[in-house]
């Protein structure tokens, strides 16, 4: 199948996507006494966390903070988080995805592949909801530039091919491989040091923050920092070529996917 032809079956799919997207954000909360209100609450608490460790315990000072007080430096780091919890989320549920939907394997005739974007766009609803709590905290900060929020979302386009291509890269390869379980929570941890959350790259010195650039969380977070704080917006090339990169490993990723689901009823 050429991607074109999996891609116009993907779009076909389009309501069963909807509705299967539904189901799991409201099975995630079900049952809990806030519900939905846990995907605001969780990112605030790691916003204090963070930001009460980083910037009174270790005195970690933000460039450009001087005159905003703790709010400009914890809306950076809360900008980062977004981003990291994201690609964490994806890289957590996406190893054990076909294993979670065994009976549509051996059961039913099941287009599994959009399994993939069903828990990828999961995954952006504390996105979302993070980005409101930005705007709001904003509006307190004279030094934000509030009117280019909305803009943040062109620059995170990238980060969706990402989420998706994680689910289908792992997903396929967590079936045969369940070491892939063990392996996320270290690297996840190693994400969350390697990418400029807690710090941006202009306070590193070379070559440490031009090799930073090869991750792919630092251009999103800083993209964000430098629309809401910078005096100019970010420019537009790195984001198209990682758009295009992202895409291309999106596209592998359901290559692979495909390939390999051939033998998903047999292991599971």
């Known amino acids: 199948m050429s991607f074109i032809n999996a891609l116009r079956t993907d779009w076909s799919n389009r309501h069963l996507i909807a509705s299967l997207l539904q189901r799991r954000i409201s099975a995630r909360y079900r049952g809990t006494a806030l519900g939905l209100l846990w995907a605001i609450i969780m990112p605030l608490?790691?916003?204090?966390?963070y930001t009460l460790v980083f910037q009174t315990f270790l005195s970690v000072r933000w460039p450009g903070a001087e005159?905003?007080?703790?709010?400009?430096?914890?809306?950076?780091?809360?900008?980062?988080?977004?981003?990291?919890?994201?690609?964490?989320?994806?890289?957590?549920?996406?190893?054990?995805?076909?294993?979670?939907?065994?009976?549509?394997?051996?059961?039913?005739?099941?287009?599994?592949?959009?399994?993939?974007?069903?828990?990828?766009?999961?995954?952006?609803?504390?996105?979302?909801?993070?980005?409101?709590?930005?705007?709001?905290?904003?509006?307190?900060?004279?030094?934000a530039q509030v009117a280019r929020l909305p803009l943040i979302l062109f620059y995170w386009l990238p980060l969706i091919p990402l989420a998706v291509g994680l689910q289908w890269w792992l997903s396929a390869l967590g079936v045969y491989l369940r070491d892939l379980t063990m392996v996320v929570t270290p690297v996840v941890t190693l994400l969350m040091f390697i990418s400029p959350v807690f710090y941006s790259i202009h306070n590193l010195p070379k070559p440490w923050n031009e090799w930073l650039?090869?991750?792919?969380?630092?251009?999103?977070?800083?993209?964000?920092?430098?629309?809401l704080f910078g005096s100019t917006l970010p420019p537009l090339e790195p984001v198209l070529g990682s758009l295009a990169a992202t895409i291309v490993f999106a596209l592998l990723g359901r290559w692979v996917f495909n390939k390999l689901q051939k033998g998903f009823a047999d292991v599971l």
């Open 45 to 49: 608490v790691m916003l204090a966390v």
């Open 67 to 143: 005159h905003g007080g703790g709010l400009v430096a914890a809306l950076n780091i809360y900008l980062g988080l977004l981003v990291l919890n994201l690609v964490g989320e994806n890289l957590g549920s996406a190893p054990t995805l076909m294993q979670e939907h065994t009976p549509y394997i051996k059961k039913i005739v099941f287009p599994l592949p959009i399994l993939g974007y069903v828990a990828a766009f999961a995954t952006i609803l504390p996105l979302a909801i993070g980005l409101v709590f930005v705007a709001l905290f904003a509006l307190a900060t004279p030094q």
């Open 213 to 227: 650039l090869y991750n792919p969380l630092t251009l999103p977070i800083e993209s964000a920092r430098m629309l």
